[in-house]
């Protein structure tokens, strides 16, 4: 199965930007990375996904290097609403993989 | 609302019974995907349907079962259940089969066995 690998908890003060990073270094050939957010008792929700280069939504920024094996999730001016569990989903080789998240990270943003 | 729904919200029963966990995707997705999430754990993969047919199997332990239906809701089965299948499940749906259309998520389903 793919592996992602993310920090498991971050610390910021609202106002501020975080960048959370998630390694994949098997991830698929035609597969797209996507990212979501989690709060307590909820299900996760859909932030952002991108295949190359940088994309960028209303919420989020996603940053895809060329070789594709990693990819930052950049949120700007964070408020205490930020805080909750944010999730890399990048598909390696096989069905099940596609369909693994990783551990999460966990971001806490305080005053 | 994310469209996709999920009955019951809440679930309490004791060691050994049965439940059927529902999930009705959003209008217009074929698969749907079933995930546990026990106390501060990640996503842990279930079962995937698409029109019918199961796709793909995660860690689904064999007291469990699924199967989607013709009007594509889905169910699944929890058998014998042990204090340690206390979790939130979660179903998730999408248009098509993979992750390039991401993924929509119910509210969950909150089991806990006593």
């Known amino acids: 199965l793919a592996k992602t690998t993310q920090p498991i908890s971050m610390d910021s003060y609202e106002g501020q930007e975080v960048n959370i990073t998630c390694s994949h270094n098997n991830i698929a050939t035609n597969d797209y990375i996507t990212w979501y957010q989690q709060f307590p008792s909820q299900g996760p929700r859909f932030i952002i996904q991108g295949y190359k280069t940088k994309v960028t939504n209303e919420v989020a920024s996603l940053f895809i290097p060329a070789d594709r094996k990693s990819s930052t999730l950049s949120l700007p001016r964070v408020s205490l609403s930020d805080t909750a569990v944010y999730y890399c989903l990048a598909p390696g080789p096989g069905t099940a993989s596609k369909l693994t998240f990783g551990t999460g990270t966990r971001l806490q943003v305080t005053l | 609302d994310s469209g996709v729904t999920q009955t019951p919200k809440h679930l309490i029963t004791a060691t050994g019974q049965r439940v059927t966990l529902r999930c009705s995707p959003r209008s217009g997705d074929l698969s749907v995907y079933w995930y546990q999430q026990s106390l501060d754990q990640g996503l842990q993969f279930l079962i995937q349907?698409?029109?019918?047919?199961?796709?793909a199997k995660g860690n689904i332990l064999e007291r469990f079962s699924a199967q989607q239906f013709p009007d594509l809701h889905s169910e699944l089965n929890l058998s014998s259940l042990e204090l340690g299948d206390s979790a939130l499940y979660f179903c998730?749906?999408?248009?098509?089969?993979?992750?390039?259309?991401?993924?929509?998520f119910g509210s969950g389903t909150r089991l806990t066995v006593v």
């Open positions: 998730a749906s999408s248009v098509e089969e993979g992750a390039a259309y991401g993924y929509t």
């Open positions: 349907y698409y029109n019918g047919e199961e796709r």
